[in-house]
């Protein structure tokens, strides 16, 4: 069948041999924690996908990544939202090094050639917050800085190399700055509490990361000209771009496991495919419209809009598809395997990411009358 072959083509050249690892696993196996899927997502080289060429990475671009994601998706839901926050995470660091001193780039290539896994201590969008807005508070001590917070959920909590967070550090001429913190996972202080109470979802590890005066060498703080009451736009918008193109890919992902399941059943073959195929396909073209945007347009608030859109249409995308799939497949479909309600359980799970659909109609409209965008 040709539904997902371009998505899965994509992932077998940046990560080979992940797509068939996955399918060797039940979903139920993939989506327990652990999950066999994460450690299959390292040895195929996953960590360095957004990581640049010339820092030992795959230099996967806005569109490669995000039929990576949907491909994911589709074979382990846990898994492409976990990926999601990595790959978000080094997306910031990249753009971060454009403000940064040249240390970043040492540690991208670690990364990828490391093969590490980086959970991200960001806001994400958090209400009322810039998406770089710390949760973790700085302190300078000596030759030290000195970290304090704790992020939930955070995904891949139990399985991270590195935690990346966005701090405040008073600099030499009294000016508060943003940086961005790399903390190794094994650093004394580090600790993770349960948090994560469903099964949908759990193998994404998103459990509460906890740091309590986390000793961290300067050295591995990129930091920035950004004043802390000024981050540059350029930095908010990629930020939100890469999240939001992403996320969204990997959620239709997991509606399209639906979607595969339901073109498959028995006697499936004699249906119109279109009642389940059309909705899902043209919310993901609009994904990779954005995507192809990113590599050809400025990174502006109204690219920021397109991909919000795009993010507000999948939503209504996956909740028409995945009632028509549940129909398609019946009652003796729902009774034999927990897979059908499980997907379309955990595709929803787009809806409570920031920023809210609820929370954006103000800002839009505010923007379609020429004010600037703000995140609700």
Known sequence: ?????????????????????????????????????????????????????????????????????????????????????????????????RYG????GLLLEAIAKDRMLVASGFAEGRAGQNILSPHITAERRGEAIVLN?????????????????????????????????????????????????????????SDEVVLTDVVLDPQMVVPTEVTADAVPDALNVAGFLWFEVLLTAGYLGVASALVERTLLRPGGAQDDPTPYLVTIEAAMLAVEAVARAMADEEWSEALLVQALTARYAAQDAIASTTRVCLAALGGMAFIGSPDGAYLASAAVGLTFHPPARSRMARPLRDFLDGLPLRIG
């Open 149 to 205: 917070g704790s992020k939930m959920p955070c995904s891949l909590s139990r399985s991270m190399d590195l935690l990346t967070c966005s701090v405040v550090l008073r600099g030499e001429d009294g000016v508060d700055r943003l940086g961005v913190a790399l903390i190794p996972a094994t650093t004394p202080g580090i600790t993770v509490r349960p948090f994560w109470g469903t099964p949908i979802l759990a193998g994404a590890e």
């Open 1 to 97: 069948m040709n539904f997902l072959h371009r998505e899965r083509a994509v992932l077998d050249t940046l990560m080979p041999g992940l797509d068939q690892d996955l399918a060797r696993y039940s979903l139920a196996e993939l989506e327990q924690s652990p999950s066999p899927a994460i450690q299959a997502f390292r040895e195929a080289g996953g960590p360095g996908l957004l990581v640049p060429a010339q820092n030992a990475g795959s230099g996967a671009s806005a569109l490669q990544a995000v039929r990576v994601q949907r491909a994911v998706g589709a074979r382990c839901p846990s898994l492409a939202v976990a990926t999601t926050m990595h790959h978000f995470s080094i997306a910031g660091l990249v753009e971060a090094a």
């Open 101 to 104: 001193n040249g240390l970043e």
